[in-house]
């Protein structure tokens, strides 16, 4: 897994290298790296790297030092650089470096002793720099930046490269702060930052590559991990050897009723096209004869005295009376659960326990917490998707899987685990509805009983499944029931470690100077 750090961490770790002497070397080892993406990214996207021109928003502090003697290696092999300067002042060195390798200079501060221009004056030369630049990099603020920042306009064509982090992006939290510039790419230093996996740091960071500039030793534990596709191949179940069908799991489904039937079928194809031995459905007498007819491997069960290994309870469920009653029982038997929907409106505090999944988007984490007496809604959970699944963790004794643009798996003691599987595409009604299939049929195929860091594990799993099979199904409009086919072949390439590609600043890669 790829560990994540807060920006406090970094900071902390960068320390004592510091102390010792080695900031310049640390800001070389960052600016040789940011050059060399960069000019990647310009053979890759333009075709070429000598002849073409690159422009750089440049801060006051470090992280315009990084962009600056970035330039300055990028004019060596010819390109033609300019450093707009956002302040009054900017790294010493650096400037000299871009001067002596022929960079050029524009700013955008107001000169002491003159009147303060207006934005439109301010950003005038800019803005024609920059439209004139095959690669812009964002290096205004870095880590230790906190609120929105000012930046110019830019094309949508533009290539934008944002240096550590996209400025105005909080390192810690993913929240976007004001106009922040959607990155093509994001080189980070020393070690993936939380605020480019969660959040909507994730949706603006672009591809995410991670250059090394020697922290290990003292960055300590991390803040989360981000799932790679090796890590799902070790938690998948190794396929049954014993020809039992119940020796290959067997789940229990509490889902459907007159008002939502559809999401009874998605569950349950959704856990099938999973590989289990036996599905058991409990569901209302309206939802039997199509899930015969749909899903003719699920044997239906009359309540939750079904011998089961594991249970995935609430899609589609409604108001139904006696659908809540089997709800609350299955989940009351102290087996692995998975419980989704209309289960998560009514679950209390006290019904939590070890061994459930609980699966909510942030409109439903809202309602968690609010019962368990945080008073929180749901714009600040989507600022920090992180730190509000860890709590509503913490207050029902259950492992969290909060779903979002990444979806963010915590246990009650903190761990966390996110995934960057999936897209857009997966916005689909009944798309959780087959996220719960996947997840209640890994939990029944288990051999033995999990602890919470291992159920935190088998759910980021069952979301990379989950997003692959939305890969699959794509790039065209489906729905959810072409999600549910999608399952067995995501499943075969997750199995194999080759999950399909994924939007985002997912699987980042670690590279040296």
């Avoid at 000598?50 to 990084?66: E, F, K, P, R």
């Avoid at 249970?311 to 469920?317: E, L, N, Q, R, S």
């Avoid at 979806?407 to 903190?414: L, Q, R």
């Avoid at 692959?468 to 959810?480: K, Q, S």
Wanted: aromatic share 2%; net charge neutral.
């Amino acid at each position: 897994m790829i560990p994540a750090y807060t920006g406090s961490q970094v900071r902390a770790a960068e320390q004592p290298l510091l102390d010792a002497g080695r900031g310049p070397a640390l800001m070389g080892q960052a600016a040789f790296g940011l050059a060399h993406h960069t000019m990647d990214l310009l053979r890759t996207e333009r075709g070429r790297v000598y002849g073409s021109s690159a422009a750089a928003l440049v801060g006051t502090g470090n992280n315009g030092g990084d962009a600056l003697f970035a330039l300055a290696l990028m004019a060596k092999r010819g390109v033609a650089c300019t450093a707009i300067l956002t302040g009054e002042k900017a790294h010493p060195g650096g400037l000299a470096a871009l001067r002596k390798a022929g960079g050029k200079l524009v700013r955008t501060d107001h000169p002491v002793g003159s009147r303060p221009r207006s934005r439109v004056n301010r950003w005038r030369e800019a803005n024609q720099v920059i439209a004139g630049a095959d690669v812009l990099i964002d290096a205004v603020v870095g880590t230790g930046a906190r609120g929105a920042v000012e930046l110019p306009r830019v094309s949508p064509g533009t290539l934008v490269v944002a240096c550590d982090l996209p400025s105005g992006v909080d390192a810690d939290t993913g929240e976007a702060h004001g106009g922040v510039l959607p990155a093509d790419l994001t080189v980070t230093f020393g070690a993936l930052k939380v605020g480019l996996a969660v959040g909507e740091g994730r949706l603006l960071a672009g591809r995410v590559e991670v250059v090394d500039i020697g922290l290990g030793p003292h960055l300590g534990k991390p803040e989360l991990r981000l799932l790679e596709p090796k890590d799902a191949v070790r938690t998948l179940p190794r396929p049954a050897q014993s020809v039992h069908k119940y020796s290959r799991g067997v789940l229990g489904v509490v889902a459907g009723s007159a008002q939502y039937p559809g999401a009874a079928l998605l569950t349950a194809t959704a856990a099938v096209n999973t590989g289990l031995g036996m599905l058991r459905t409990v569901s209302a007498p309206e939802v039997g004869p199509l899930l015969a007819q749909r899903v003719p491997e699920a044997v239906p069960a009359q309540d939750t005295t079904a011998h089961v290994q594991a249970w995935a309870v609430g899609p589609g469920i409604g108001e139904d009376p006696l659908q809540a009653k089997n709800t609350a029982e299955a989940i009351g038997t102290g087996q692995p659960c998975v419980v989704d929907a209309s289960a998560l409106r009514t679950f209390q505090p006290e019904q939590g326990h070890g061994r459930l999944v609980l699966t909510p988007h942030a409109g439903e984490l809202e309602d968690l917490l609010n019962r368990a007496g945080l008073r929180v809604d749901r714009t600040a959970i989507e600022r920090d998707p992180l730190r509000w699944a860890r709590w509503a963790a913490v207050g029902y004794s259950s492992v969290v899987l909060l779903k979002g643009p990444t979806t963010v798996c915590v246990s009650p003691d903190g761990y966390a685990i996110v995934v960057s599987a999936g897209g857009p595409e997966l916005a689909t009604a009944g798309s959780g509805d087959v996220l719960t299939g996947i997840i209640g049929a890994l939990l029944a195929v288990q051999p033995v009983q999990l602890a919470p860091h291992d159920l935190v594990r088998l759910a980021a799993t069952a979301a990379m499944i989950h997003g692959t099979a939305g890969r699959l199904a794509g790039p065209g409009p489906f729905g959810a029931s072409g999600l549910a086919e999608a399952v067995p072949e995501a499943l075969a390439l997750v199995r194999q470690g080759q999950p399909t590609g994924s939007g985002g600043s997912t699987s980042p890669k670690l590279t040296g100077p």
